[in-house]
């Protein structure tokens, strides 16, 4: 069964094919994969593609994300990705799925009730569930009626605890839908079984902190399986200190910007989403490493980003650990987690009551690995989040 899992986000498109009819009790290489990057040049797109060691690059001067899908679609069948002969090969689509609201707690073959719930929750994901919608429907005008799966992001985070999920506001609240609804949750599903395995135990045995650590940051305790609490709630603006998202601020900042500076509820989502966190506070970029280099450099402003950023993770991870009551194992994973031994280092520093010591010496990898000392009694590891073949296996299960 040939499975093509598309990412449709704000600034970029990752798809891959995978083929089910193999092997599949590891994770499988993809027959294909491309990526569409859309921040470099505006008005245009840069497409790369990549299949059993050929690849391919292609600015395309359009604007369009929709065509551009189209292109990107097309290297499956045409040029040195070839691996198809026909796109009538592709037996199913699988689309990650931001926000899927209290509706969806698991992955749904899409229809047009589907696409309306999409459609209505785009206020809650205003950068994500459009580019979603946009791709499914990209990929029925491209595909024609082959089936299509959702596979919700909110969907791991479905099952917590309503004291969990509930905002301390009016009740009100409650009966509108306002609530912690959590996100990442394809990637903290996926560590959280990769971690069970790593381990040797089994995941319904343990209570793990998952920390996705990347552009956009979020944590969950996983209790027997199941997410019993985690850091981004509406929105994924709640929570730990990103990218260019601010994380969790005093609500009254925002009442005295609009009171005393004029602010307006657009230019608040400017400042929050795309204007704070590491970008912000440094002055530099939302790029960690950025940020590294320059505080290695003495840049006083870059340190106090980096400090910050480590600060209010491992106060959040404090969080998860007292939500879960206790703590077998802690997994870093997504572009930081996966690639910063300082941020493993600093992070972890203050758990050492728990028994929680890592090696001496530490050093990405291209595989996943266990960086804790051997007398260690808290496990951490370092997983490489396979997102998309998660997608892939809930469609497999699904269809």
Request: hydrophobic letters at 40%; aromatic letters at 6%; one cysteine or more.
């Amino acid at each position: 069964m040939k499975i093509f899992v598309l990412n449709a986000g704000s600034s970029s498109h990752k798809s891959c094919l995978f083929d089910l009819d193999q092997d599949n009790s590891e994770v499988p290489n993809p027959l294909w994969r491309a990526a569409l990057d859309w921040t470099h040049q505006q008005g245009q797109g840069e497409l790369s593609a990549s299949s059993a060691g050929e690849s391919m690059q292609q600015v395309l001067p359009i604007a369009d994300k929709a065509e551009g899908i189209k292109a990107m679609v097309k290297t499956l069948v045409e040029g040195p990705t070839q691996v198809l002969d026909s796109l009538s090969e592709i037996d199913a689509v699988g689309h990650r799925v931001v926000h899927g609201g209290r509706e969806y707690i698991d992955s749904v073959r899409i229809d047009e009730r589907v696409k309306a719930a999409i459609q209505r929750l785009m206020p809650l994901a205003p950068a994500h569930n459009p580019a979603n919608l946009q791709g499914i429907e990209a990929m029925e005008h491209i595909l024609g009626n082959i089936p299509q799966v959702a596979v919700f992001d909110t969907a791991f985070h479905a099952r917590m605890p309503e004291a969990a999920a509930t905002y301390p506001g009016p009740y009100d609240w409650v009966e509108q839908g306002i609530r912690r609804y959590g996100f990442h949750g394809i990637s903290h599903q996926y560590v959280a079984q990769r971690a069970a395995d790593m381990m040797g135990r089994d995941l319904a045995d343990l209570k793990l902190l998952t920390c996705h650590l990347g552009n956009g940051c979020s944590l969950a305790a996983v209790k027997g399986g199941i997410s019993v609490d985690t850091t981004m709630g509406f929105t994924p603006l709640e929570g730990l200190m990103m990218g260019s998202r601010s994380g969790s601020v005093d609500p009254g900042i925002l009442m005295y910007l609009m009171r005393q500076e004029g602010y307006s509820a657009d230019q608040l989502d400017t400042l929050l989403n795309k204007e704070s966190g590491l970008k912000g506070l440094s002055g530099i970029s939302n790029d960690l490493r950025s940020v590294v280099e320059a505080m290695e450099q003495g840049n006083e402003q870059a340190r106090l980003a980096v400090d910050t950023f480590i600060h209010r993770l491992r106060r959040e991870m404090g969080g998860m650990i007292a939500s879960l009551g206790g703590l077998d194992g802690v997994v870093f994973t997504a572009g930081i987690g996966e690639n910063s031994p300082l941020v493993w280092q600093r992070a972890c520093e203050g758990f050492e009551f728990l028994g929680l010591r890592l090696k001496n010496s530490l050093d990405r990898s291209k595989d996943d690995q266990e960086i804790t000392a051997a007398d260690s009694r808290v496990r951490a590891l370092v997983i490489h989040t396979q997102e998309e073949w998660a997608i892939a296996q809930a469609c497999l299960a699904l269809l």
